[in-house]
Nanobody
């Protein structure tokens, strides 16, 4: 079993920055790929970013490319999402997820474990 706990959400003005963290416990963190998803009110959960188990490859949704950066520290069992130039449309609950199997990093069905989420609100 893997437990994921997100932190770092909050209220920020448009143009500002936040860094989300996701601390993992349980099975060996360094063996799984990690992703961030988000869900805005009334919308489906959508892919934001993902990173491979060694951190050698990362993937981003077009809507956040160039503004968000995913990274991981396997020694600390933590994955991060640095969010810059935030926009009101980035407002959502952000979820961390872990995957131990294959398939597209962009598809939430390929993730095995999920955190509880952290709220990010961007005011205009």
């Amino acid at each position: 079993q893997v437990q994921l706990v997100e932190s770092g959400g909050g209220l920020v003005q448009a143009g500002g920055s936040l860094r989300l963290s996701c601390a993992a416990s349980g099975r060996t963190f360094s063996s799984y790929g990690m992703g961030w998803f988000r869900q805005a009110p009334g919308k489906e959960r959508e892919f934001v970013a993902a990173i491979t188990w060694r951190g050698t490859n990362s993937y981003y949704a077009d809507s956040v490319k160039g503004r968000f950066t995913i990274s991981r520290d396997n020694a600390k069992n933590t994955v991060y999402l640095q969010m810059n130039s935030l926009k009101p449309e980035d407002t959502a609950v952000y979820y961390c997820a872990a995957r131990i199997s294959g398939g597209s990093y962009f598809d939430l069905v390929n993730y095995n474990y999920w955190g509880q989420g952290t709220q990010v609100t961007v005011s205009s």
